[in-house]
């Protein structure tokens, strides 16, 4: 059994010794798996696996934890090309995770692979017959904001959904397979336009 699993099983005990706790921040990023970026016409299949893990979240965490949970990133978005990865945002009451809730979603096929208080943002990945990016936050926050900002600013803004499409297949032509590449190659806009969606936003 590797060591952050180990960790993990530890401080889900002590979890459910105490009520709360938050993953250390080391657990699986050093077991992120290496991913090869493949992009996809836009299907409407991302949408119905959002609401159905989405059920199942809310089943598991509890209506008295989570406030909402939404759909963002590329495959929430209408006509827009994207990774067949499904990025699900929780909007918590507050932000921790307590030892009987990281049991739950380990249960459920979710590895944990970043644990960030800067962002306050857990980071989760399930992988297999779909793949899922699940971010988990306290509703409201920037981190919250961000991710709904730029959804819904794309959904509005077309000739900036475009681009971001051109983008992205630029990418892929220019053999950016790797996602430390094709992230690094969009972060210039991607910078940009997560700038223009808070103002958007914070004006609508």
């Not at 893990?53 to 963002?72: C, Q, T």
């Not at 909007?91 to 307590?98: A, E, R, T």
């Amino acid at each position: 059994m590797k060591i952050q699993y180990i960790i993990l099983l530890l401080f889900i005990l002590i979890g459910h010794a105490n009520g709360k706790i938050t993953p250390p921040s080391f657990l699986n990023t050093l077991n992120e798996p290496m991913e090869y970026v493949k992009v996809f016409p836009y299907n409407h299949c991302w949408g119905i696996i959002f609401l159905n893990e989405a059920e199942i979240l809310k089943l598991v965490l509890g209506k008295k934890r989570v406030i909402r949970i939404e759909h963002f990133g590329s495959t929430s978005i209408p006509g827009m090309s994207a990774k067949p990865i499904v990025d699900i945002i929780i909007g918590l009451n507050k932000f921790y995770l307590d030892g009987n809730e990281i049991e739950k979603l380990l249960n459920l096929g979710y590895n944990f692979i970043e644990n960030s208080h800067y962002c306050q943002r857990f980071y989760l990945q399930k992988r297999g017959d779909i793949s899922i990016n699940l971010s988990i936050t306290k509703y409201k926050s920037e981190t919250w904001k961000d991710c709904l900002s730029v959804r819904d600013y794309l959904k509005t803004h077309p000739v900036s959904m475009r681009k971001y499409a051109t983008i992205k297949n630029e990418a892929i032509e220019k053999g950016f397979y790797s996602i430390d590449k094709y992230s690094a190659y969009k972060q210039f806009f991607f910078k940009h336009l997560v700038k223009n969606a808070r103002d958007w936003w914070c004006n609508d």
